[in-house]
């Protein structure tokens, strides 16, 4: 089982910006594809960002602009730089690898983000 860390959520206002931040045990990270999904109160969960092994990014139409998914291989981290926030982006936030998420596995705590008015 990984133990994926998410941490950096918080309340803010709209238009503000926050940075995401997920750990794990060992290397693993920087080893494989790794993804942010959020999941919004009575919505099923959403895949926001994924970067690939080689740095390649893909992001939800939603996001697009906005959000910046980076690796810090030598640290064994992964980062969701969000600007520009709005109501919509209120939910909880959970990394995972690609091959973990898409089967259900090793989700974590996931940290919480609140966008107020």
């Known amino acids: 089982q990984v133990q994926f860390v998410e941490s950096g959520g918080g309340l803010v206002q709209s238009g503000g910006s926050l940075r995401l931040s997920c750990t794990a045990p060992g290397s693993i990270i920087r080893l494989v594809v790794m993804d942010w999904y959020r999941q919004a109160p009575g919505k099923e969960r959403e895949l926001v960002a994924r970067?690939?092994?080689?740095?390649?990014?893909a992001y939800a139409d939603s996001v697009k602009g906005r959000f910046t998914i980076s690796r810090d291989s030598a640290q064994n981290r992964v980062y969701l730089q969000m600007h520009s926030l709005n109501a919509e982006d209120t939910a909880v936030y959970y990394c995972n690898t690609e091959f973990r998420a898409v089967r259900n596995l090793d989700w974590g705590q996931g940290t919480q983000v609140t966008v107020s008015s």
């Open positions: 970067i690939t092994v080689g740095g390649q990014t």
